[in-house]
Nanobody, 126 residues
């Protein structure tokens, strides 16, 4: 089992920045790929960014490329999502998810991830 806890969400004005953190406990975190997803009211959960087990491979949704950066610190069992130039359409609950994987490819489907956190709210005001 892997337990995931997100933090760092909040209310920010358009153009501002936030850094989300996902802290894992349980099994050896370095063997897990991690993804960030988000879900806005009335919409399906969507992939935002992901990182493979080593941190050597990342993947981003087109809507956040150039604005968001994902990275990980396996010594701290933590994955970060730095979000810059935030837009009102980025408003959502953000979830981190993990799955055992030593692949290079980073997958972007919800069904590719077994473990999920409870989410953290990000609200961007215009």
């Amino acid at each position: 089992q892997v337990q995931l806890v997100e933090s760092g969400g909040g209310l920010v004005q358009a153009g501002g920045s936030l850094r989300l953190s996902c802290v894992a406990s349980g099994r050896t975190f370095r063997n897990y790929a991690v993804g960030w997803f988000r879900q806005a009211p009335g919409k399906e959960r969507e992939f935002v960014a992901g990182i493979n087990w080593s941190g050597g491979s990342t993947n981003y949704a087109d809507s956040v490329k150039g604005r968001f950066t994902i990275c990980r610190d396996n010594a701290k069992n933590t994955v970060y999502l730095r979000m810059n130039s935030l837009k009102p359409e980025d408003t959502a609950v953000y979830y981190c998810a993990a799955d055992y994987s030593v692949e290079t490819v980073v997958r972007g489907r919800t069904r590719d991830y077994e473990y999920w956190g409870q989410g953290t709210q990000v609200t961007v005001s215009s």
